[in-house]
């Protein structure tokens, strides 16, 4: 990884395109009921980005849930591409304390195969078949 380095990313049918700048503050694996849902499988992968690294490089199309039923109690809201389903950003709600950073789904950013997670959450409600996951926390 490299701190200046900026990558791309987009959905699937590409309708929503953006760069972020930089490497992620977190690569958070989270195994969270709503997780699951949101993607219909076994954990969700998200890094952690501020707003202002977060570019759009195209029009979005995007639709938006606010999930007020999160483990945390925090309502977040939760983007998906209008066109091809794929789950975008999540934001917080206006007003609570991590306004200003975004999480995006690793597998919407080009060249984040080689990435390693630095935090997992919600490890109680791991799937059975999800063995340990290679973590590299931060010191
Ligand atoms: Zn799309
Ligand atoms: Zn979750």
């Known amino acids: 990884?490299?701190?200046?380095?900026?990558?791309?990313?987009?959905c699937l049918c590409e309708?929503?395109?953006?760069?972020?700048?930089?490497?992620?503050?977190?690569?958070?694996?989270?195994h969270c009921t709503n997780c699951k849902r949101q993607t219909g499988t076994a954990f969700m992968s998200n890094a952690?980005?501020?707003?202002?690294?977060?570019?759009?490089?195209?029009s979005q199309n995007l639709g938006q849930y606010?999930?007020?039923?999160?483990?945390?109690?925090s309502t977040i809201v939760r983007q998906f591409c209008?066109?091809?389903?794929?789950?975008?950003?999540?934001?917080?709600?206006?007003?609570?304390?991590?306004t200003g950073v975004w999480a995006i789904p690793?597998?919407?950013?080009?060249?984040?195969?080689?990435w390693t997670p630095t935090k997992e959450v919600f490890v109680e409600k791991?799937?059975?078949?999800?063995?340990e996951l290679a973590i590299n926390s931060p010191q």
């Not at 309708?15 to 989270?30: I, S």
């Not at 690793?106 to 080689?114: A, R």
């Open 126 to 131: 791991k799937c059975s078949f999800v063995k």
């Open 106 to 114: 690793v597998g919407l950013i080009d060249g984040s195969d080689t």
């Open 1 to 10: 990884m490299s701190a200046t380095q900026t990558r791309t990313g987009s």
């Open 66 to 73: 606010s999930d007020s039923k999160t483990q945390s109690g």
């Open 15 to 30: 309708a929503n395109k953006f760069t972020v700048k930089g490497d992620p503050m977190l690569f958070v694996v989270c």
């Open 48 to 58: 952690l980005f501020k707003e202002e690294n977060i570019d759009f490089t195209s």
């Open 82 to 98: 209008n066109t091809c389903g794929s789950s975008m950003f999540i934001r917080p709600d206006q007003g609570k304390k991590l």
